[in-house]
């Protein structure tokens, strides 16, 4: 493997990284210490640099859909909302401070209406960024911490949320309750047979999801990190479809109606089978320690690959879409398109729209790496 380009301007180990989709090789990384720093790859050094937590680690960070001058940032339990101007200034536009607790991610939906800030508590707090007010709290879905949360593109009341209680919940954030939970945990007590298999608890550290310009040539899935080593993707339309066919056949109870195709029960689908979905494991040369990342690609055929990266400090590319595009099965394909050995456990990951230097990774050093990826 070549030597990765090596990207200095931080003072303190990395913690997450974002690429603009409309500026390609335009990147933004984030810190324990509270700076942003921005850098285009057609440069040498850094452009810019924010100092947006004085001190305290951000701990997500993303784009505004439609507005790349406008980024939110999470530090502690606030969001801050930044006009960048073309990374030649910072000005600070609105501050939200919602959660009671330390926010784990933050993300914004696909037509820039809402914000969701997922914490320590469990909650997440869905804000309505245009009117700069709190719109719905979802709570009662996770029993620990909330790790991360993503929207669902083709879905424009509904966003997903992951667990360190290994539960990946479906919500419908206008009701403010959830139409689907999978119990990771419970799936992976019935599986013991699984060899290879590290034996950390099946925690979901990361939820990712294609662009909403991709799912309409692919399957509609989600990529799930967790800390047995596993990356799930799950095939979030038919697990919805399937709960719709549920609801709509309940017998009535007294006077209360049958719901109707496409609403929800009051009580969420409880998930605990492998299904049709695709667990990359160990024994398919995935990781051997917790993945802590995961992100689809952006470069060549979007969303065809998914990347994963863990502590194991391991990259690993997969080309799902052989399994959902083709049938085909885990046991006459290999699903794993490549792997990078790394030095350091990897803290977050994306991906550039460029055909080379497009895998941006931060890992536990203040020096954030770029590597190609073919």
């Given at each position: ?46 452009i810019?640099t ?20 406008v ?45 969701a ?29 909330c ?12 966003v997903?949320?992951?667990g ?50 991709v ?8 990529a799930v ?70 992100t ?6 979007k ?72």
């Amino acid at each position: 493997m070549e030597e990765p380009r090596k990207l200095k301007g931080h003072k303190a180990s990395t913690t997450c990284c974002i690429a603009s989709q409309n500026s390609p090789g335009l990147i933004a990384t984030a810190d324990e210490d509270g700076c942003v720093c921005w850098f285009d790859m057609r440069c040498k050094d850094k452009i810019f640099t924010m100092d947006v937590g004085n001190g305290n680690p951000v701990s997500s960070i993303c784009f505004k859909p439609g507005n790349e001058d406008v980024v939110y940032v999470s530090l502690g339990s606030d969001v801050k909302c930044f006009d960048v101007n073309m990374v030649t200034a910072s000005k600070l536009l609105h501050s939200y401070n919602y959660n009671k607790d330390e926010i784990n991610q933050i993300a914004c939906s696909s037509k820039s209406s809402f914000l969701a800030a997922a914490d320590d508590n469990g909650d997440v707090k869905i804000i309505d960024i245009r009117q700069n007010r709190m719109y719905k709290t979802l709570r009662d879905g996770h029993t620990s911490i909330c790790s991360s949360v993503q929207f669902i593109p083709w879905r424009p009341w509904e966003v997903i949320t992951g667990g360190l209680d290994s539960k990946f919940v479906l919500w419908d954030f206008s009701k403010g309750r959830p139409r689907k939970i999978w119990d990771f945990g419970t799936l992976d007590a019935g599986n013991k047979g699984n060899t290879g298999q590290c034996l950390n608890p099946a925690f979901v550290h990361a939820l990712a999801l294609p662009e909403v310009d991709v799912v309409d040539n692919f399957v509609k899935i989600c990529a799930v990190a967790r800390g047995d080593g596993v990356v799930s993707v799950i095939n979030v339309e038919s697990e919805l479809n399937a709960v719709k066919s549920k609801s709509s056949a309940k017998p009535k109870k007294g006077s209360k109606s049958t719901p109707k195709v496409g609403s929800s029960s009051a009580d969420p689908e409880i998930e605990n089978q492998n299904g049709g979905d695709l667990h990359l494991d160990h024994s398919l040369g995935g990781h051997t320690a917790a993945v802590s990342c995961v992100t689809f690609s952006t470069f060549g055929d979007k969303g065809k690959f998914i990347i994963s990266g863990g502590n194991d400090r391991q990259v690993k590319v997969w080309d799902w879409s052989k399994f959902f595009m083709s049938g085909e099965t885990s046991s006459g394909t290999d699903f794993l398109r490549s792997s990078l050995s790394l030095s350091r456990k990897v803290n977050w990951l994306c991906t550039t729209p460029t055909d080379s230097e497009n895998l941006i990774v931060c890992d536990t050093s203040k020096i954030v790496k770029v590597y190609n990826i073919g």
